[in-house]
């Protein structure tokens, strides 16, 4: 039997947590916890998505900060507004949403965010406090896919972890999380062969290449714990990088799409402004 | 047949390559690149192996600075040390010697070297652009095999890599940098359970866990590459993490001990050391 992960669940516990949480310190700090959203141009599902997290961010009882840039907006623009945030007290974290317009520098943006306010954990410094294995803020994605294992009291230490996929946000990140859990942690991708033989050693198979579909039963070792990061709009409807209806009865644990991954990583932003508003010096 | 792999050579090669280099910047540049030592104590083993980078550093025309502390140096007069090697001019790179003794915080102090002369590749800031993969200066041991697969002709773009040993200073980076070459990676170390059935799986094997002898032909597959970065000193004579003999004939390549890895450490700190003197602004 396949259990599904209830990511809905999971997600909706931390959240009333964070709230709790951010109404505690408003009571003991008389602080608000804010977050700033910079969005530079009008793609709509980077609209979507923010319009998503600053609705999150207002629900937990945080500050709403938002800047939004026109689709042509310059490096220099885009920079002076991030300075700004970083600068300002009252803002707790910054997220510039990706993808930026092209002609940005994407990299150099990012890294104007100072790592205490990085609540997306993209800057070189938060990259590599997650390297050293020093405290940091971790990418939203691979930490709710960690909490999630957590959650289901998934043992780390000492199981085979395989991430398919080396993306920078979810699967590079991802594999050095669970290093740091003791995990035996191999990193997939495009250029592997016989994916599936590699895949089919994992206990835990983490999942993130934008592929549709790509993942079957022929990649799973049966019993395994199986999370699926992709989302993908389909005919059929929502869809992962995982053939789901395959691992039903052959997978140990499965994240659904959607229902898995995706709540947690909105969940993980809310937990990651409250922990970055917490660190910061207090205003006297 | 099993080939060895000869370090020494490379690293020869490598170091008169650097040693060229360096008389060009001095006659274009009218600069002497400079690396600075910092040994704080006196064990000796670390004396041995700073006194050999210094030696090399002169061999190679660059300039030899150097900074003695005792062993009871506090963390103030360190970081003052260190402070001040980052400020001066006529100083490319800086190396802080390892182990410090107990007592000082050795990441903190680490993390004042800036990463444009962090030829050690240690800093925060160098561990977040490997891992990104932006260019940065890298760790010299990690570096120095990525040097001699390349030199052997190793195809690295979907072979399955295995690095053994999750260290900070070798295991952890070699990984990213496998991976950033598109090789498929597995890290295991001390709590990966059924080793040889992981091991036996690699095409390129890099062995960095400081247990002497630990791998052996069981954990090979035949004709695989591999890379033995420990060195011991037992009443036997020098000895790495493999057991030489037994690879013989069933390995493809080897690296000896002496003679395999050892050398490159050194070669890639003078390159590290050069790198590091032509990114730095010219002085005018």
Not at 40 to 52: F, L
Not at 151 to 160: K, M, S, W
Not at 180 to 196: S, Y
Request: aromatic share 0%.
């Amino acid at each position: 039997m396949t259990t599904l992960i209830d990511g809905k669940k999971t997600a909706r516990e931390i959240r009333a947590w964070v709230a709790d949480e951010v109404a505690r310190t408003v009571r003991e700090r008389g602080r608000v916890p804010a977050l700033a959203t910079v969005l530079v141009g009008d793609d709509p599902a980077s609209a979507v998505y923010v319009a998503a997290k600053r609705s999150a961010i207002r629900e937990a009882g945080m500050g709403d900060v938002h800047r939004a840039l026109p689709p042509h907006a310059s490096q220099a623009e885009v920079a002076a507004v991030i300075d700004e945030l970083a600068q300002d007290r009252d803002v707790s974290g910054i997220l510039l949403q990706l993808p930026l317009p092209g002609g940005l520098d994407a990299g150099a943006l990012i890294d104007r965010i100072p790592a205490g306010k990085d609540v997306d954990g993209l800057t070189t410094t938060s990259a590599g406090l997650l390297a050293r294995g020093a405290d940091g803020l971790r990418p939203c994605t691979p930490a709710g896919v960690l909490k999630l294992l957590d959650t289901e009291g998934v043992p780390l230490r000492g199981a085979h972890a395989v991430v398919v996929g080396h993306s920078e946000l979810v699967g590079r990140p991802m594999a050095r999380m669970l290093l740091q859990r003791d995990a035996t942690v191999t990193v997939a991708h495009r250029h592997t062969l016989r994916l599936a033989s590699v895949t089919r050693q994992a206990d835990i198979l983490v999942v993130a290449t934008g592929v549709p579909g790509l993942i079957g039963a022929d990649h799973v070792k049966p019993g395994a714990v199986v999370v699926d990061v992709g989302i993908h709009r389909t005919p059929g409807g929502l869809q992962g990088d995982v053939r789901a209806r395959e691992l039903d009865g052959h997978a140990g644990l499965l994240t659904p799409v959607p229902g898995g991954v995706g709540p947690m990583t909105i969940a993980m932003l809310l937990a990651n402004t409250l922990a970055a508003a917490r660190q910061s010096p207090s205003r006297s």
